[in-house]
């Protein structure tokens, strides 16, 4: 299901076939990888996403497909804890009108929503167990949980960070 996976470069220019230097950029890849989902709900770039488990199909061998996703919310009915990304636009789909959704599944993400006070660089993250839908925490002894993505900054209150999601093996 990937739809996009990076060729990493170490230089930053090349030559094209007229001979001529090409630049790549200021630096190599960003390493970012993308998934592409589908949602019949609201989804703000930023926010944590998960599975929606009512909607998992069987697939041709047997397995079960993970092809929807709605925001993640610890404390939902039915719950919507298995985190896979964060969101990289904003969409509204419907139950009649799913819209496809760009999920960064592994590498850095900007305007992830913390509910914590604050976190430090390099603090593992987790969705946020007290309630705030698509939030992130730092993981806690009193929220112990999957880590998704260590932040990339240090801030001294709740607010958006920028993160580096994990590979949660999507």
């Not at 920028?162 to 999507?170: A, I, K, S, T």
Request: glycine content about 10%; proline content about 4%; overall charge negative.
């Amino acid at each position: 299901m990937a739809t996009q996976t990076l060729l990493q470069y170490l230089d930053t220019a090349g030559v094209s076939v007229s001979g001529a230097v090409t630049q790549f950029g200021l630096s190599p890849s960003n390493r970012q990888q993308f998934e592409t989902f589908n949602t019949e709900t609201a989804i703000t770039k930023g926010q944590l996403v998960a599975v929606d488990v009512a909607k998992m199909a069987t697939d041709a061998t047997g397995g079960l497909t993970a092809a929807t996703v709605i925001t993640a919310d610890f404390n939902s009915a039915p719950v919507q804890k298995i985190v896979v990304g964060v969101a990289a636009e904003s969409v509204t789909g419907t139950a009649t009108s799913p819209q496809p959704v760009k999920v960064i599944v592994r590498g850095p993400a900007s305007s992830v929503p913390l509910f914590t006070a604050g976190c430090a660089v390099g603090d593992p993250l987790v969705l946020d167990t007290g309630g705030a839908a698509g939030s992130c925490a730092v993981n806690a002894a009193a929220g112990i949980g999957h880590v998704f993505a260590y932040a990339l900054e240090t801030v001294a209150a709740a607010g958006n960070i920028r993160v580096y999601v994990l590979c949660n093996g999507v």
